[in-house]
């Protein structure tokens, strides 16, 4: 039944005196649906059969008075709302602090006004048909939500592969529904082409982003993914963003073939690459600015690092290294110390959400977090 004030509302009315009961029957049956009961145990048997969307209570009711019942009442129907009644004028704010504390609507005093009770429960109603609608709402952009995160997610290549010459493990882990952060990567015969991104911001707008910059990076196959070209459809894909929409990220070419890693890194933390035997890592800095449509003609340049079997190279997002606990920031030197111990693969990527879990306190981190990890198979 519509519980809406332009429909037949269901209210349940729960007093010992038959001439309130009429009286109230009489003043809204004309307009809603109205049962009436002389006790509150009566008026729980029917909240279960006539599930009202409104009850109005007296307070003084034999065996049970009305704020027992209204409690109960709530106990089987969450959502009803209650109208205390109370012949009581001698403390009516007390009476009034007490009803509102057991979850009632308002109260009204016998003998009651007709046009204020009718003003009361057309108030009631009408505020019950705007939360009715702010959760068809809400549970409407949940779905949507859900939808959107389930098609983000998608856009992301497997958590681990094995490629021609490499092997590759990544995690993402966002902190809200929709993220700016993305990554992917593409085997090229031996090798990959690879890309981790951070787009500002959360929510709908920083998703929609990471599907631009997916689609320009996959467009970059017509250029064989070399980092330079990826670059520029890069900037082209963001010409057109308010200049506040940027992104950082590092694509790059790994090639086993060679002996080498070409990249271009704009704006975003330094990927680290390390030997199988451990050692100085070496950190790629930035060789440009943020993506923004600020720089369109600032050049980006492409660097490359030589790679040698069993070497290790992790790109990661700032969510890592900007995580913060009790003992302050996460910090670079902690992933260096993971790499060194010889961890690669799943092993190291686990291990740092484990660690970053126990240095937060949070399983899931104040901001996205993304990593991606590619070694060089040995010789």
């Known amino acids: 039944m519509n519980p809406e004030p332009a429909g037949k509302a269901r209210i349940l009315v729960v007093d010992d005196e038959p001439n309130i009961l009429h009286a109230v029957s009489r003043i809204l049956g004309k307009k809603h649906v109205v049962e009436c009961v002389g006790s509150g145990e009566r008026g729980l048997e029917a909240a279960e059969t006539f599930r009202p969307d409104l009850a109005i209570v007296d307070i003084w009711l034999p065996a049970m008075n009305g704020f027992e019942v209204t409690r109960a009442l709530k106990a089987i129907r969450p959502d009803v709302d209650v109208i205390i009644m109370t012949g009581d004028t001698e403390e009516p704010d007390e009476t009034l602090i007490r009803a509102i504390d057991e979850g009632a609507f308002y109260f009204i005093q016998k003998p009651f006004n007709r046009r204020v009770l009718l003003t009361l429960v ?11 609608d702010r959760e068809r709402f809400l549970a409407r952009v949940a779905r949507e939500l859900d939808q959107a995160r389930e098609f983000q997610q998608s856009l992301l290549p497997p958590k681990r592969a094995k490629l021609p010459g490499l092997s590759v493990a990544a995690r993402y882990l966002g902190c809200h529904e929709l993220a ?3 990554y992917d990567y593409v085997p090229l015969g031996v090798g990959a082409a690879v890309l981790i991104a951070d787009v500002v911001g959360h929510g709908t707008s920083a998703a929609m982003m990471t599907a631009v910059v997916k689609a320009a990076f996959r467009a970059a196959h017509a250029e064989d993914y070399e980092p330079s070209a990826v670059i520029d459809r890069l900037k082209e894909s963001v010409r057109d963003f308010d200049p506040a929409r940027f992104v950082t990220l590092c694509c790059g070419r790994v090639d086993p073939a060679r ?15 390390l030997g199988p035997g451990g050692g100085e890592p070496v950190l790629l800095d930035s060789t440009g600015p943020i993506l923004s449509s600020v720089f369109m003609d600032v050049p980006y340049e492409q660097r490359s690092h030589p790679l040698a079997p069993g070497d290790a ?24 110390s993971h790499l060194q111990a010889g961890r690669r693969g799943d092993e190291l990527l686990d ?7 126990a240095f937060t306190g949070s399983p899931t981190g104040q901001d996205d977090i993304t990593m991606l990890a590619v070694e060089v198979e040995g010789s």
């Open 122 to 132: 057309a108030r009631c109603l009408e505020l019950r048909a705007l939360r009715r």
């Open 180 to 182: 700016g952060d993305f």
């Open 259 to 273: 002996g080498e890693f070409r990249y271009v890194n704009a704006g975003h933390p330094e990927p680290i690459l």
């Open 313 to 336: 190279i992790f790109l990661y997002t700032d969510g890592v290294t900007e995580a913060r606990g009790p003992a302050g920031m996460y910090g670079r030197d902690r992933i260096v």
């Open 351 to 357: 291990g740092l959400l484990a660690d970053l879990a």
